[in-house]
Structures are given as C-alpha cells and as structure tokens.
C-alpha cells in the first residue's frame, strides 16, 4: 500500500492547499490512503464540523490531533462520528481515541496518535502508551501501524524510532511546523521528525509575524492570527508499505504564490542499519 501524510494544515491557506492539490497527488502519486493532522486546521486553533467535512471531501481518509485538539468545542462530538483521532495518551475518559485500524488494499492499516510531554497538556508517558497499543496491535495480526508524534521535542521523537523501528511501518512528526531533513528508513520503518506545515510559508510557523516578534521583544501576549493571504505550501511525506515494512518514503513540497507552483519531490536512499 501506499500512503501520504500531511504535517499541520494551519488555517484557511492551508485548507485551501489541501483542496487545491490533493486531489492532483493522490492520482499522480498513486495514493491508497491519505492521514493529515487536523489540530491547526481551522484559523490556527482546533478543527470545526464545517472545515472537517472540507478536508474529507478535499480526499483525506482520517486525521490525527495534538495539544490543540479541544481548541473547539464541538470536537467532543466529532471524536466519536468522524475519522479523527486525539493523542492516545490523554488521560482515561477523554472523548475520542488514539488509534483507528482501516482496510486498505486488502491489509489493515492501524493510524496511531501519540503526544509527547515536553511543552505538552498534561498526558501519560507516550512512550509507554506506544510499547501498549504497538503490541496490541501485533497481538490482532495487525502488521502496518503508522505513528503521528506529536511532540516539541526532537530527542522524543528520535527516541520513539530507536524503541519501535522493528515493531512499527512509520513514524513520523508534528507540531513544530518546521520540516526536517531527517528522511529515512531505518530497519523497515520510515521516519521523518518533523513533516512541517501546510499553510502559509512566509511568516512565523504559519501565523502572521507581528504577534510573535512583538513576544519576542517584550515577553507580552498576543492573539496569534493566520493570514487571509500568503505564500503558500503543501508538505507531504510518501510512505510504500509491504507486509508492515516500509520499502520507499519520499517529500513532497508543494509551493504556490497565486497562479504559480513548484513541486519537489526529496527523495531518500534506503538505511537498514
């Protein structure tokens, strides 16, 4: 099988990248199935019912969370009748869950949520809640288990591939909103630390700028904003699966200023140290 998926669709720009070209890579990547991080989806902060059913029609199959996941109100409800997760290592009687198994090309696929905990809401150890539902999921058969970490810090996620890199398919990062150039396949699994934003690409982790540098200069809040018009990208890590190994991974960086548009495509050689 193969999958995509999108790091943090941040706002309007980034919903309105997703519909402008998905569509376009399912088809031109031969896509079986497409995951995407919803929790910046809708003006920066959380996911709305009127931009969930936009991005599932724009082809996205489900959507993984992270600390912005309670951001709207009414996601409570969308947790138990979309295809949404929210990290797995929220405490017990949260809404929702943190791991949904699809069919996909004949196999089963498990899409995994995990949060990691500096910076973070309060949430139990994701490394102990991944070894868990991981070996659950081997238990019932299920060999093709895809993670969304969504974490600050980059030794935690680095730290999730060297624990599970022979029990998982892939691992990939959110939440920074900054891609790495870490790309690779390391004993079967795919790993990339950060996928990186999709959204605006010409100001501060996709918000406009003035907010954030003011906090730098002066320690003061302020209202964090996505503007109505930017620079924009679509960022997308491409993962070929084979019996919950994963046998190819690519980048893929959608860039667009009005009618204008580049893609490039990173490839990877494989690393099965």
């Known amino acids: 099988m193969k999958i995509g998926f999108i790091g943090d669709i941040v706002g309007r720009p980034g919903r309105g990248m997703v519909r402008r070209y998905l569509q376009e890579l399912r088809e031109s990547e031969s896509l079986d199935f497409v995951i995407a991080n919803?929790?910046?989806?809708?003006?920066?902060?959380?996911?709305?019912?009127?931009?969930?059913?936009e991005l599932f029609k724009a082809g996205i199959d489900v959507m993984t969370g992270g600390n912005h996941t309670w951001d709207k109100k009414e996601i409570n409800g969308l947790l138990e009748t979309m295809p949404l997760l929210r990290p797995i290592n929220y405490p017990e009687g949260v809404p929702g869950r943190g791991v949904r198994i699809f069919e996909v090309c004949n196999e089963r696929l498990a899409v995994v949520n995990i949060m990691g905990y500096f910076g973070m809401p309060m949430c139990e150890n994701p490394f102990i809640a991944a070894?868990?539902?991981?070996?659950?999921?081997?238990?019932?058969?299920?060999?093709?288990?895809?993670?969304?970490?969504?974490?600050?810090?980059?030794?935690?996620?680095?730290?999730?591939?060297?624990?599970?890199?022979?029990?998982?398919?892939?691992?990939?990062?959110?939440?920074?909103?900054?891609?790495?150039?870490?790309l690779v396949i390391d004993s079967?699994?795919?790993?990339?630390?950060?996928?990186?934003?999709?959204?605006?690409?010409?100001?501060?982790?996709?918000?406009?700028?003035?907010?954030?540098?003011?906090?730098?200069?002066?320690?003061?809040p302020g209202r964090f904003d996505v503007p109505d018009k930017c620079k924009g990208i679509l960022q997308?890590?491409?993962?070929?699966?084979?019996?919950?190994?994963?046998?190819?991974?690519?980048?893929?960086?959608?860039?667009?200023?009005?009618?204008?548009e580049v893609v490039l495509k990173a490839r990877i050689e494989h690393n099965d140290g």
């Open 236 to 260: 997308m890590v491409v993962m070929e699966l084979k019996d919950g190994r994963a046998v190819d991974a690519y980048k893929i960086r959608v860039y667009s200023e009005g009618d204008k």
């Open 38 to 53: 919803y929790e910046n989806a809708s003006h920066g902060f959380g996911l709305t019912e009127k931009n969930a059913k």
């Open 131 to 182: 070894n868990h539902i991981v070996d659950v999921l081997h238990s019932e058969g299920v060999k093709n288990i895809f993670i969304d970490i969504h974490a600050e810090a980059t030794s935690e996620k680095r730290a999730l591939l060297m624990m599970l890199r022979q029990k998982v398919s892939a691992i990939v990062g959110t939440h920074t909103h900054v891609g790495t150039d870490d």
């Open 188 to 220: 079967g699994c795919a790993y990339l630390t950060d996928v990186g934003l999709t959204g605006c690409r010409d100001n501060v982790i996709g918000m406009d700028s003035k907010v954030p540098i003011e906090r730098f200069l002066t320690g003061l």
